[in-house]
């Protein structure tokens, strides 16, 4: 019996990317009970009832991982490493979204699978060769047949978008050669519990990983990891390297490391669930509190970054158009909508001016270093940034 305990609500959440049009803001929108819980047999942290990818991965999909330049520089670097480590033959990206990372690697060596139609049109226009499916049996099936096995597999921030993660592994073994290389990213539970970053949780994120969690899972398929990196990414990533438990490899020590950091922290006990869970709560009231009295100021504030997480922390905290007076954000897709649930305009990012902004809530705060480089002239004047990581404040 698998042991699933829910720790956390988040109450009632609208699908996190679905930006509304202006014709839809009348209708009702489907709000879905988010809650999040353990399973205290294999360790992963999971949302209690995750939707079906169709609903959330389509032909309408507006998140493009080439909006950050943090994004493309670090795959830029990491397919630098990749080259000069591995030399692998044919790499297969899953989850290559706007091509952001394949683009680093020869178009007669890269494969790319991005279910969203809209989004992989464009690496297919770049001249990749992506398929616009999931990541299944019968994918990696039909890639064996036209191409062969591959070399290395790359997944960043999708794999925990998946339910199934027993067929993950189970096609990735279809495709990968028996000394090959899987290396995934995504973000680090114990970041996200140690920051307090809950807006992890949202529809996508079916999954927020630890390493211990990852390897009960691996284990089950015979792969194991035997690297970890610890990433600034997205507010703490970690990065796993994977191989073949049949292929002899020298397990490096940040996998010692890693695994009795987390189990230090206590990611085996419900306990530290729970007290997440209780700062979460502390958290939603101080946010709420901090907007009540800069309303009471007569402040004016936007909001910077429209992310999926900012929907959870939006709809979780009820902070609405009352509280901000709109979004900027460079996403084409997102722009002249309206935030899921919260329904705050999203307008195309243009020049920060401190005459009319007092204050900027930071949607992206994953991405602070980055925004805090291009507003420089806004905080020069004395323009200040909310956030809710670690704790909600004014910076
Ligand atoms: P960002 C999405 O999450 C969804 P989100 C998904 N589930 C996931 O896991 C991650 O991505 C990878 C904008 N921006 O990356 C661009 C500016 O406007 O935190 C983006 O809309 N100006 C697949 O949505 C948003 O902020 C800027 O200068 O939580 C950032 O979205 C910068 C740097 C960003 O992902
Ligand atoms: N790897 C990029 C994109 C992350 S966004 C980055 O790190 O920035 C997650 C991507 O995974 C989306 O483009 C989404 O369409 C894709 N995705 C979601 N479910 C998937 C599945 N079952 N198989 C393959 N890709 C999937």
Known sequence: MKKYINFLNLGAQPLANNYLKKNQLKKREIKYRLKVGVNLDNKLVSINKPLSSKMMFNNNYPYRSSMSKTMIYSFKNLAKTIKKKFKPRMVLEIGSNDGSFIKNFSKKKTIGIEPCSNVEKITKKMGYDTYPDYWDKKTAKKILSKRGKVDLIYSANTI?????????????????????????????????????????????????????????????????????????????????????????????????????????????????????????????????????????????????????????????????????????????????????????PIYKYENINKKNIDFIFLGAWNFKDEIFKKEKKFIKQGGRFITHTPYPKII
């Open 160 to 344: 925990s978008h998946i339910e199934n993660l027993d067929e993950v592994f189970r096609s990735i073994n279809i495709l990968l050669k028996d000394n090959g290389v899987v290396i995934l990213e995504d973000p680090s539970l114990l970041e996200c519990l140690k920051r307090n970053t809950y807006d992890q949780f949202y529809n996508e994120h079916i999954y927020v990983f630890s390493l211990i969690g990852i390897e009960n899972v691996l284990k089950k398929h015979n792969l194991k990891v035997f690297n970890v990196q610890n990433l600034k990414i997205h507010g703490g990533s970690n990065r796993y390297f994977i191989k073949k438990t049949k292929h002899p490899t020298k397990i490096n020590p940040s996998v010692k490391i890693n695994r009795d950091k987390e189990i230090k922290y206590g990611l085996n006990n419900l306990s530290s669930y729970n007290a997440f869970a209780q700062r979460v709560k502390k958290s939603k009231k101080k946010l709420k509190d901090l907007f009540k009295w800069i309303k009471s100021k007569k402040k004016t504030v936007i909001g910077y970054g429209v992310t999926a997480k900012s929907t959870t922390i939006l709809n979780y905290c009820k902070i609405g158009k009352n509280y901000i007076s709109y979004f900027v954000d460079t996403t084409l897709d997102k722009q002249n909508k309206y935030t899921p649930g919260t329904k705050i």
